[in-house]
């Protein structure tokens, strides 16, 4: 099974097949509305615009599993986005991540690609580190937080992994080698 096998759901309920995205730079990513990490969006969409007519992709798939930092509605969200940041990307239904409830895409993104960490030099890595460490650590290559990014290549495998304290220009270096 590859990532051209899932359907997932976009932001008004309907059945999308990633096959559709087929022969694409993929970047997949889980988000939230009230986060630290939220100010990535404006870096994501200038990705996106830069390369998207070279055949980037970025798909957000939003997730409340993590201190609550994405309550609102699925079209709430998608507001919240295009207002703030005029995000013109797809962005998805609502979905867990993690545990038994989560949606098979990430569980299969996890299992492709595992944790390697925060980067140590991000402001955020400590804090994140420390609350971890109150958190059931039961599936280490679980995703951690918002905003973690997983890339893939034209062929539908999974290349990448970047957790949100990955420095966004890491993140465009990766896919600009992909296109």
């Given at each position: 099974?590859?990532?051209?096998?899932?359907?997932?759901?976009n932001?008004?309920?309907?059945?999308?097949s990633l096959?559709s995205y087929?022969?694409?730079?993929?970047?997949i990513?889980?988000?939230?509305t009230?986060?630290g990490?939220?100010?990535q969006?404006?870096?994501l969409?200038?990705i996106?615009?830069k390369?998207?007519?070279?055949?980037l992709?970025i798909?957000?798939?939003p997730?409340?599993?993590f201190?609550?930092?994405?309550p609102e509605s699925?079209?709430?969200?998608?507001?919240f986005c295009n207002?703030q940041?005029?995000?013109r990307?797809p962005i998805f239904?609502k979905?867990?991540?993690n545990?038994?409830?989560a949606?098979?895409?990430f569980?299969?993104?996890?299992s492709q690609q595992?944790?390697k960490?925060f980067?140590?030099?991000h402001?955020?890595?400590s804090?994140?580190i420390?609350?971890l460490?109150?958190i059931?650590?039961a599936?280490?290559?679980?995703i951690?937080?918002?905003f973690t990014k997983?890339?893939?290549?034209?062929q539908?495998n999974?290349?990448?992994?970047?957790?949100?304290?990955?420095d966004?220009?890491?993140?465009?270096?990766?896919i600009?080698e992909?296109?």
């Open positions: 099974m590859g990532i051209y096998d899932y359907k997932v759901k932001v008004s309920g309907e059945e999308v096959s087929a022969g694409k730079v993929v970047l990513i889980n988000s939230a009230r986060c990490f939220t100010p969006y404006a870096e969409e200038k996106y615009e390369y998207a007519d070279q055949g992709e798909l957000d798939f997730c409340n599993q201190a609550n930092q994405a699925n079209e709430e969200i998608a507001s207002v940041f005029g995000i990307f239904s979905i867990d991540v545990g038994e409830n949606e098979p895409l569980t299969y993104l996890k595992k944790f960490g980067d140590k030099k402001p955020l890595s804090v994140l420390g609350m460490g109150k059931n650590k599936n280490e290559d679980d951690k937080w918002n997983f890339l893939v290549d034209r539908g999974v290349v990448s992994r970047f957790e949100p304290t990955d966004m220009e890491l993140v465009e270096e990766k600009k992909l296109l």
